[in-house]
């Protein structure tokens, strides 16, 4: 359901590793920020149990995960807890508006730093179905993003590598078949950066997506 897409693009990949200011400030950053709502036990969140109690629940999980650890520079995200200082928000904007442009989407979804033992619990993003490519920049590989194939029921779980990743899917809401619900988490061990971009069901029936895979994948 997902797929890994090769980073190629060197002006893309350019934009991408400004992104890593958050990573080379963050003794400086997060002190500032508040950590998105945690839970102690990162293998319970992440582990099967917790999988099944939100699947279980159908619709009434609201797609949202309910713990984790990461920090959030995206600014209009509430975990941020009103905190980015006008630096921080500075270079969020001005790294996400040049990446935007280079993706053709208006839709930024996420924007969050993790620490080490650091982790999204189980979720669908129900709430916000779209096309969704999820960039992620791994300080050593020591991570995974895992996730639920809705037409096989398998879990699969793609390993982080060390640099840049890129994943690529659809993400489908209760509206629609449930196979098309991608039930997912993550979690690291070392530094990780995740920022995520959107492409509505307007943009992706004309294409724009696919377009914006290959461009990514060009050399």
């Known amino acids: 359901m997902l797929d890994i897409i090769p980073i190629n693009n060197s002006e893309i990949l350019e934009t991408l590793n400004k992104f890593l200011w958050f990573y080379d400030e963050r ?29 279980s629940r159908g619709s009434i999980h609201d797609g949202f995960p309910e ?6 520079f995206k600014t209009d995200n509430k975990n941020t807890g009103g905190s980015l200082t006008r630096e921080t928000i500075q270079h969020y904007t001005t790294i996400n ?33 779209a096309y969704v490519l999820i960039f992620t920049w791994s300080e050593t590989g020591d991570g995974y993003f895992k996730y639920i194939d809705g037409y096989t029921g398998d ?18 809401s209760y509206d629609e078949e449930p196979e098309k619900l991608v039930y997912h988490t993550a979690s690291t061990d070392c530094w990780r950066i995740t920022v995520s971009y959107i492409f509505n069901r307007e943009e992706m029936s004309l294409g724009l997506q696919e377009d914006v895979i290959e461009e990514i994948k060009s050399k």
């Open 27 to 55: 003794e400086k950053e997060i002190a500032k920020c508040v950590i998105f709502n945690e839970g102690k036990d990162r293998d319970y969140f992440t582990g099967d149990k917790h999988r099944d109690s939100i699947m």
């Open 155 to 172: 879990e699969i779980v793609v390993p982080d590598k060390k640099g840049w990743q890129c994943k690529a899917g659809y993400f489908g």
């Open 97 to 129: 508006e040049e990446l935007q442009v280079k993706l053709c989407t208006k839709h930024n979804a996420l924007c969050v730093l993790y620490p080490p033992e650091g982790y999204i619990s189980w979720h669908n993003n129900a709430n916000a179905s």
């Open 67 to 72: 713990k984790g650890k990461f920090y959030s």
